[in-house]
């Protein structure tokens, strides 16, 4: 009945799918493990209709607006550039941290002379990472970045990450940029949208195809089996073209290597009144105990909201663990060395087996954006379409 499997419907999944089905004229059987399609950017309305986003906000930016088309395909696009604060010794300040930050945090005697620096030392710069200033060999330049270190990315990285920033690959402090001037969105990105009526809808019409047929509360492992003699993956028995794998790579090989770590996160839910909200959608506490973030939903819903409550979503992060009651959905891989060692035994491992293609954040153990991993599904889909009979 079908020629294609794919596991997973997070945008890696439901973009091979839709391709296949429209391109090629595949007929494609999708399993998705939850009770929902979309992934992480599943969104659903609460009772009071405000729409949250179920594994924290969501914010659609790239510089191709080729993607941002891409999407209109399949939804409602809006204009959405995020304005976000951090909560640093008692007061808010932007972030990202730009030259009105460095106002609030600066003694008075040297703001003056520290903004001039910063203007001449980074002349046509728009935004630079906090390395730059750490390590700069201007000393009022590399103090305050110190303090800038010690006071949010310091104390950030251990809740998130549950270590110290030395243990982390220097990309993750990297993803943080600093802005070089008064831009007060938090990307500096030319294209920031969200769907109108929400991501699962967008995902919906994705799937939307009467060549896709998707299956839902379908754990893959169930079905799949990985033959190594013979060098394939069978589902339910049955070998296809192809079974396009978008989940962890180390569970799909029974963790042989040892489970590959990721961190997760608690998300505590708070119903407030409407006027006792947050200062913007979304806050970072580096200093609070426990948590980093907080967003409130109601300000980033286009859709009309009929009550006077808000929710704030309250972000704890914890370690992954697939089999704990806390924690058990793979957000963020753990990024260094020795696990970059490790992802790439299970990579070589995947190789035996001529019908798997591997694609998305947890197959490929990455941290993707929306548009890199939109990007990277593009690429992947040229390459499959030569592994497959068109
Ligand atoms: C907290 C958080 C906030 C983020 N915010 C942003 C943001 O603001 N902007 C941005 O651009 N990016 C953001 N991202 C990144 C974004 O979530 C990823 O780019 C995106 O999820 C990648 O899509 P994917 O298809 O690769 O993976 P996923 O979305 O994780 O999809 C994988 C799918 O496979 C399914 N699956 C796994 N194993 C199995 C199995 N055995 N059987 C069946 N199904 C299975 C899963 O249930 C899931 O639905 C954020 C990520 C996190 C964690």
Redesign the pocket.
């Known amino acids: 009945m079908y020629d294609i499997v794919v ?8 973009i091979i799918a839709r391709k296949l089905a429209e391109e090629c004229g595949k007929k494609v059987l999708l ?4 009770s929902h ?6 969104d659903e309305r609460d009772e009071r209709g405000i729409l949250i ?1 179920k ?7 790239t510089n191709r607006y080729w993607i941002i088309e891409y999407l209109e395909r399949y939804a409602e696009l809006v204009p959405h550039n995020a304005k976000l604060l951090s909560f640093i010794d008692g007061k808010y300040v932007r972030l990202p941290f730009n030259f009105t930050t460095l106002q609030q945090l600066v003694s008075p005697e040297k703001v003056e002379g520290l903004l001039a620096k910063m203007r001449e030392v980074f002349a046509g710069r728009d935004r630079v990472s906090i390395f730059e200033l750490v390590e700069h060999a201007d000393t009022d330049i590399r103090d305050y970045g110190d303090m800038l270190f010690k006071k949010a990315y310091k104390t950030y990285i251990a809740k998130q990450w549950g270590c110290s920033p030395s243990e982390i690959d220097r990309s993750v402090l990297e993803r943080a940029l600093m802005c070089i001037g008064y831009d007060e969105r938090y990307l500096n990105k030319d294209f920031q949208r969200l769907p109108k009526y929400g991501f699962t809808k967008l995902f919906e019409n994705m799937l939307d195809h009467p060549d896709i047929t998707v299956k839902l509360n ?4 169930r079905h799949l089996t990985l033959d190594e003699s013979s060098g394939t993956v069978f589902c339910d028995g049955v070998k296809y073209q192809q079974v396009i794998f ?3 790579i180390d ?2 090989l029974s963790e042989k290597f040892g489970r590959l770590p990721y961190r997760s ?1 608690y998300f505590h839910y708070e119903v407030r009144r409407a006027n006792d909200g947050l200062p913007c959608e979304i806050v970072s506490y580096p200093q609070a105990e426990g948590y980093t973030r907080r967003t409130e939903y109601r300000r980033i819903n286009y859709i009309p909201i009929e009550t006077d409550d808000t929710v704030i979503v309250t ?1 704890y992060p914890v370690i992954y663990d697939k089999d704990a009651e806390i924690g058990n959905l ?3 891989p753990v990024l260094n060395v020795a696990n970059t060692l490790l992802y790439q035994k299970y990579v070589h491992e995947a190789q035996k087996y001529s019908n798997l293609f591997l ?6 153990y990455k941290y ?6 939109i990007e990277s ?1 593009f690429e992947k889909f040229n390459l499959l379409k030569t592994k497959i009979d068109l």
Do not use: K, W
Request: include cysteine; glycine fraction near 16%; proline fraction near 4%.
């Open positions: 596991v997973g419907s997070g945008f890696s999944g439901s399993l998705e493990q939850r399609v979309g992934g992480n950017m599943y986003h594994h924290g906000p969501h914010l659609i930016s379908c754990n893959a492992f978008t989940g962890a569970e799909l996160i972000e793979p957000y963020y694609c998305g954040r947890l197959a490929e993707y954006n929306m548009d890199a991993v599904t």
